[in-house]
């Protein structure tokens, strides 16, 4: 792969990285000689993680930090970590998303609403922020921040338990474009990229869909959290010129 070496020892953040799309990330980052700071709401899946990958190393690879990404407050908290820690950070991968079971736009309340939007857009608008700030006081100018999308950025799917999750992968893939146009602005060569994934083999839509999610799951083709990984990992490896704009990928069979 091309590029690849130049990230052996530089940091990266992954959010939501304790499961699914995120912790098969973590997993091949540190596999290429990556530091990662691995943030998630529940602290023990991060600190499993964490020691299996530590194991047998001299210096730890893998930093887990409890964050919030919805909780402004934590994500500083996580940034100053960042900085005592590693002192810097390469790439951003703003994974951690949510959606609900309560949240159709006929019926859904308004707060699953804001829940979503706090961690898919504003979480996400925060650790890219904070991500970006720290790399040009630092003086990294190859930097590179992935949006962890959808392919219901791209088309409204035909379910209301959807719906309003849609609306907020819409707002992500608006986020891409307007942080590209602000970068170009500053003449900044920092990278923006999005995936927009279709059905994956995680446990994401257990939430919204409760006692249905294992007949659909065994239902439908999926892609691996795996394949996901790699496909980060092909645009973070670009040469400096070439910028991945989206990968849209779904599995060969899913119908929309
Ligand atoms: N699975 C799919 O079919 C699919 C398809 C398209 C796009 N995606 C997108 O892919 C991303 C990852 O999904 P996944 O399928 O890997 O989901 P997953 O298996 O449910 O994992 C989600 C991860 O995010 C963490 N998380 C959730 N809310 C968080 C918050 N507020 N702050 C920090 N971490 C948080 C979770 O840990 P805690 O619960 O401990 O916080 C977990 O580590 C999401 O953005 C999702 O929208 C998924």
């Known amino acids: 792969m091309a590029n690849s070496s130049r990230w052996v020892g530089r940091v990266a953040i992954v959010t939501g990285g304790s499961a699914g799309i995120g ?10 000689g990556m530091k990662v700071v ?5 602290l023990e899946g991060l600190q499993t993680l964490a020691a299996e990958l530590n194991q047998n190393k001299a210096e730890s690879s893998v930093l887990p930090v409890q964050c919030d990404v919805s909780q402004e407050a934590q994500v500083l908290e996580m940034f100053n970590k960042i900085r005592s820690e590693f002192g810097r950070v390469d790439i951003c991968i703003n994974n951690a998303g949510i959606n609900l079971g309560n949240a159709g736009l ?37 930097g590179h921040v992935i949006h962890i999308s959808s392919f219901s950025g ?9 719906h309003f999750y849609s ?7 608006a986020c891409t474009e307007g942080l590209r146009q602000e970068l170009r602005a500053i003449k900044s060569n920092i990278r923006v990229s999005s995936l ?3 059905l994956v ?6 939430v919204a869909m409760k006692g249905d999610f294992d007949e659909f799951m065994s239902s439908k083709q999926t892609v691996s959290p795996e394949d996901i990984a790699q496909l980060v990992w092909t645009c973070i490896c670009q ?4 910028q991945i704009h989206d990968i849209l990928v779904r599995p060969t069979q899913q119908v929309h």
Not at 38 to 42: H, L, T, W
Not at 154 to 162: D, I
Not at 201 to 206: A, C, G, I, L, Q
């Open 23 to 32: 912790e098969a990330t973590v997993r091949l980052l540190v596999k290429e």
């Open 154 to 162: 791209h088309r409204v799917p035909g379910s209301s338990l959807l």
């Open 201 to 206: 083999e995680t446990d994401f839509n257990k």
């Open 106 to 142: 006929l019926d859904g309340s308004t707060e699953s609403w804001q829940q979503i939007i706090n961690v898919n857009v504003i979480g996400l608008c925060i650790c890219t922020r904070e991500s970006i700030k720290l790399m040009r006081e630092k003086g990294i100018d190859d």
């Open 239 to 242: 040469p400096a010129h070439v």
């Open 196 to 198: 927009s994934p279709g």
């Open 38 to 42: 691995v943030c998630a709401r529940k």
């Open 167 to 173: 609306a907020s992968k819409y707002a992500v893939n």
